[in-house]
C-alpha cells in the first residue's frame, strides 16, 4: 500500500456526463501529479500540482481540469466525456516539487469506463 | 524529446533463472530513472531508480538495475525469478533541468511471465 488514496474505483458513466475522480495524497506530500493509462496512449502524464498550485501541464485536453485543495487532496474533473476517455486515471505523490527528483508513489487508480 | 525504449514487449523466463527487463533513454545530460511494477488491477509500485552515484542500484523484492552511460541503458535485473514476479514493468525517466517540474515519460511497458 502506497499510501495514495483514489475513489472512486470503478465509474461506468455515458458519453457527454461529466465526472470527478477523487485522490488523497501520503500523509506530509505536497505534490500530486495525474496520470492517464490508455490501451492506446500508454502511461501519459496529465498535470501537476504542488501545495495548491499547478507547477506543469501534460497532455491534458481542455475538457479536462483538475485542483488541489488547502488539505492538498486533489480532484481530476472529467467533462464532455467520449468513449476514448475510457481509460485508467492515477494519482501520485511525493514531497517536494523541485531539487533532486522525489519518488512519485501511486495509488490504486480509478477505472473509467465511457458508454 | 525526453524518451524511454523498452524493446520487448514480453519477456518469459523460467522460475529460479536470472531475468532481464531492457530500457533505453535518450534524453538531454544525465538522466534520472526509475523503474515500476504494476500488478493486475494494482496501481504502479516503485521498485528502484538511479539518480546519481554507483551504476549498480538495488531495490524492492531483490531488484537491481544497471546504469550503462555509454549505451544508454538501464536494464531491470533479478539473480533468480519467482513466478510472483509475472506483472507488467515500466521504466521511467525524469529529465534533468526540469526544476519544479517531475513528470514521470513512461515506456511502452515490458510484460514478464515467468513459468513454474
Known amino acids: 500500500d502506497s499510501g495514495v488514496t483514489q475513489t472512486p474505483k470503478h465509474l461506468i458513466t455515458a458519453t457527454g456526463q461529466r465526472v470527478t475522480l477523487r485522490c488523497s495524497p501520503r500523509?506530509?506530500?505536497?505534490?500530486v501529479y495525474w496520470y492517464q493509462q490508455s490501451l492506446d496512449q500508454g502511461l501519459q502524464f496529465l498535470i501537476q500540482y504542488y501545495n495548491g498550485e499547478e507547477r506543469a501541464k501534460g497532455n491534458i485536453l481542455e475538457r479536462f481540469s483538475a485542483q488541489q485543495f488547502p488539505d492538498l487532496h486533489s480532484e481530476l474533473n472529467l467533462s464532455s466525456l467520449e468513449l476514448g476517455d475510457s481509460a485508467l486515471y492515477f494519482c501520485?505523490?511525493?514531497?517536494?516539487?523541485?531539487?533532486?527528483?522525489?519518488?512519485?508513489?501511486f495509488g490504486p487508480g480509478t477505472r473509467l469506463t465511457v458508454l | 524529446a525526453q524518451s524511454v525504449a523498452q524493446p520487448e514487449d514480453q519477456v518469459n523466463v523460467a522460475e529460479g533463472n536470472p531475468l532481464t527487463v531492457k530500457c533505453t533513454y535518450s534524453v538531454s545530460g544525465n538522466p534520472y530513472l526509475f523503474w515500476y511494477v504494476q500488478y493486475p488491477n494494482r496501481g504502479l509500485q516503485f521498485l528502484l531508480k538511479y539518480i546519481t552515484g554507483d551504476n549498480l542500484v538495488k531495490g524492492s523484492y531483490g531488484f537491481e538495475a544497471e546504469f550503462n552511460k555509454s549505451q544508454t541503458s538501464f536494464h531491470l535485473k533479478k539473480p533468480s525469478a519467482l513466478v510472483s514476479d509475472s506483472a507488467l514493468y515500466f521504466c521511467a525517466v525524469i529529465p534533468l533541468g526540469n526544476t519544479g517540474f517531475q513528470k514521470l515519460v513512461f515506456g511502452t511497458g515490458t510484460r514478464l511471465l515467468v513459468s513454474p
Open positions: 500523509s506530509g506530500d505536497l505534490s
Open positions: 501520485a505523490s511525493s514531497p517536494r516539487t523541485s531539487g533532486s527528483p522525489d519518488t512519485q508513489y
